[in-house]
């Protein structure tokens, strides 16, 4: 709903921000990485998550992409709520977090307060792949073909077209240039569909 909040930093703490935009100011929680990522600048961007509960609307701020995707990867792991994620974004940084998912590393997850070896090993359990797939180890950067690729994926199936077949379609495309826009594999896999 919330994507992203950008103005004037009012207020900040460790645990969280205020950035006013045109008047309404926004408390956003955030993890010490995002707090040693931001400097005392008056215009502030952060990229948002908005938790919506029974009883409370919470905003969680990220200074990058990548630290909110493994914000979102490590909630949706049973028994991992939003301030267990945080602490572990606090601990750890985004790259240690999915490094150590990566490698298996138990110890080094099991190491953030509040997560126990079967917590950890869950989370390791059920994010390996996720992280595999989204991340390129090497460069330690969300690897932008992916996005792409799930984007243009995501647009031929509410065309229509079966998933199998543009997936095979779009694979093709993506050999041939890495690096080709969203808009490029979609037009180029409706001249092949």
Do not use: W
Not at 14 to 41: E, M, R
Not at 47 to 70: A, M, N, P, W
Not at 78 to 101: F, W
Not at 151 to 173: H, N, P, Y
Request: neutral net charge; proline residues 2%.
């Amino acid at each position: 709903m919330i994507t992203h909040i950008q103005g004037k930093l009012t207020e900040k703490n460790p645990t969280d921000v205020v950035i006013d935009c045109n008047g309404v100011g926004y408390k956003l929680n955030i993890s010490l990485h995002t707090y040693s990522q931001i400097s005392n600048q008056e215009n502030l961007k952060l990229y948002t998550h908005l938790q919506v509960k029974e009883d409370s609307h919470t905003l969680f701020g990220f200074s990058s992409l990548s630290e909110r995707l493994i914000f979102r990867l490590l909630i949706s792991v049973s028994g991992i709520g939003a301030s267990t994620a945080r602490t572990m974004l606090s601990s750890l940084t985004p790259k240690q977090v999915r490094e150590g998912i990566a490698v298996e590393d138990v110890a080094l997850i099991q190491s953030v307060k509040g997560i126990g070896l079967k917590t950890a090993q869950r989370v390791i359990i059920e994010l390996k792949d996720k992280v595999l797939k989204v991340y390129d180890i090497d460069e330690g950067m969300v690897s932008q073909s992916n996005t792409n690729k799930d984007e243009a994926l995501s647009a031929l199936e509410v065309l229509g077209f079966a998933k199998k077949q543009s997936d095979r379609v779009v694979d093709k495309i993506i050999s041939k240039t890495p690096d080709a826009s969203v808009e490029a594999i979609i037009k180029e896999a409706l001249k092949n569909l």
